[in-house]
């Protein structure tokens, strides 16, 4: 029997890097979650199937070149530095695993340049996760450029062992999803082999992302809604639930795929957790059928244990009961349809009609998904309700059309296929820009120069913004937005027609028009809902008919 001893410290980490990096999308998972700890607002995502590689950006806050000279060394991370914080994990990595595990099992470096600094520097790295050489200075945006090339080509028993390209591709999906749920306050970007593949752009909260990943869902087949911890709780005061919940009586799924739990902007796998939600909406669904619910955990940090899983996808959790009585109140509260505390008088019979269907009753809204593109389909506007809506009658029922975000739909898409910069006589001035709201501003195609202490002058605009009484402010919103299209879509909003204006018939004909012929015209660019469909159905059931008179 051979003798017990020690292994080397070089097999020890091989051990470990083949328990945190086992797959694309694990290195995509790791990659993504330092770029979200490093506050970053837009990640862009490249994967290229062939060589097995993967590239990250991030506009976070960077590193310095102290920072690239020590980050791939093993466990080294600026999340924790001690064993009492291993309780109090606030951040999505903590043990300083991957970027070594991904020196070992690919070819690394990293680009970086961080908020405080006007230059970048770009390292390489060997297997060691030492430096080839002395990082060199690049032109680089503020935030990190990870780039992972070649992954398992040193180790070929692995490589052959890999599932097909379009699984490996699936996960990936799978992975980017399922982080832009859990946190919707940021945009991504995700190439596939040199195309562009995804995209998501930044909500609210999950709401407002799930219909971006499954077509068939939208926003107004959801509910989300927020519930404190509170009353008899050990976690009273100290953190909340949000529930995201497909209405179940029009939209459930085949499989339990998207029942997801969040915890503390993670998605993990919870069964106890899962089978409440499971438990909770049973009654509520048609047969072999399962529920939409994406339920996210706001937990203080020394009642989670993170040091479960060597990918972080499971956890303890402290009174487990506890938090599974409070997902499924919440469950049960969100279930619950408002009765109006008083009634509402109007001018007409058609404005009560109209007010009556904006109430969140389960079957006012549509069930099917409405093709509003098509411009024979016989849409007849009637009136303005409130200056804010357009009453239209449609062969299958009435539509409700708010007149700003189809403006809003109508515009942007204008600004998209003819983006204009048109030079301007007398500048706009504006103040407090920072280096990176000029750079916005220049990526847009506008010219911008320096006109005196901490002023700038403007001297072309797009054309949709010329004569805009609020162009200042316009322009200031721009310089915020890094991503074009954002910024495009900010003009759009700005520039269209206001709620609480009064239209004439012509004007609203000839915005119907438009609307229809957009190629998205169901939400506007901040994927907001533009029309609410009452179907002929609808209208009967509300009014309690049996029947319908033949046509």
């Known amino acids: ?52 590689s993967v590239q990250v950006s991030d506009n976070g806050c960077g590193m310095t070149i102290n920072d690239l ?66 990082p060199k200075v690049v032109a680089i945006a503020t935030g990190t450029v990870v780039t992972v090339k070649n992954l398992f080509s040193r180790y070929p028993n692995r490589l052959q062992s890999l599932p097909s390209h379009s699984q490996q591709v699936r996960k990936v999906q799978l992975q980017i999803q399922q982080m832009a749920i859990a946190n919707p306050q940021i945009n ?75 915890l503390n902007g993670r998605a993990i796998n919870f069964p106890e957790l899962e089978q409440t939600i499971f438990s909770s909406l049973g009654r509520t669904l048609p047969r072999h059928r399962f529920p939409v619910c994406i339920a996210s955990l706001n937990l203080p940090y020394d009642r989670i244990d993170w040091n479960r899983h060597p990918a972080k996808a499971e956890a303890y959790i ?24 008083s009634p509402i008088s109007y001018s007409n019979v058609t404005n009560d009609l109209l007010r009556t269907a904006e109430r969140k009753t389960t079957y006012l809204l549509p069930a099917k998904r409405e093709t509003f593109s098509q411009s024979h389909s016989g849409l007849k506007a009637i009136a303005q309700v409130l200056d804010t809506y357009i009453l239209a009658e449609h062969v299958s029922g009435l539509w409700l059309i708010e007149q700003h975000v189809a403006h809003e739909r109508v515009i942007f898409e204008q600004i998209e296929t003819q983006w204009q910069i048109v030079a301007i006589e007398q500048p706009i001035l504006l103040k407090q820009l920072t280096d990176e709201g000029i750079e916005c501003l220049q990526a847009l195609g506008l010219d911008i120069e320096v006109f005196g202490s901490n002023l700038w002058a403007v001297r072309s605009l797009p054309e949709i913004l010329i004569g805009h009484p609020d162009c200042s402010s316009i322009l200031q919103e721009l310089a915020q937005q890094q991503d074009p299209t954002l910024a495009r879509a900010t003009a759009a909003c700005r520039s269209a027609i206001r709620n609480g204006t009064k239209l004439e018939m012509s004007v609203i004909r000839d915005l119907l028009e438009q609307w229809q012929q957009t190629r998205n015209p169901h939400t506007c660019p901040h994927g907001r809902p533009i029309c609410l469909a009452l179907d002929e159905s609808d209208l009967a059931r509300f009014f309690r008919r049996n029947w319908l008179i033949s046509k």
């Open 188 to 262: 991504w970007q995700v190439n596939l082999d040199h195309r562009e593949w995804l995209a998501i752009w930044a909500g609210a909260n999950a709401r407002e992302i799930l219909p971006q990943i499954i077509n068939s869902i939208h926003p107004y087949d959801l509910l989300y809604r927020e519930f404190a911890l509170t009353a008899h709780s050990s976690f009273a005061g100290t953190g909340h639930i949000a529930i995201t919940l497909g209405l179940p009586d029009r939209l459930s799924r085949h499989r339990p795929d998207w029942v997801k739990i969040i």
């Open 69 to 134: 000279s020590d980050a791939v060394t093993p466990h080294t991370t600026s999340k924790i530095s001690r064993a009492e914080d291993l309780c109090h994990i606030k951040s999505l990595g903590f043990r300083g695993e991957a970027l070594y595990s991904l020196a070992q099992l690919a070819d690394l470096s990293i680009c970086s340049r961080p908020l405080q600094e006007s230059l970048g520097y770009q390292a390489h790295y060997d297997e060691h996760g030492q430096l080839q050489a002395n």
């Open 1 to 52: 029997m051979p003798n017990i001893q020690p292994l080397p410290l070089e097999v020890v980490h091989l051990i470990a890097a083949g328990e945190v990096i086992d797959s694309l999308a694990a290195v995509v998972r790791e990659l993504a979650e330092n770029a979200i700890d490093a506050k970053a607002t837009r990640i862009v995502i490249s994967v290229w199937t062939d060589t097995l």
């Open 318 to 341: 402290q009174d487990l009961a506890d938090i599974q009585a409070h997902l499924k109140d919440a469950i049960a509260k969100i279930l619950q349809i408002p009765e109006p505390t």
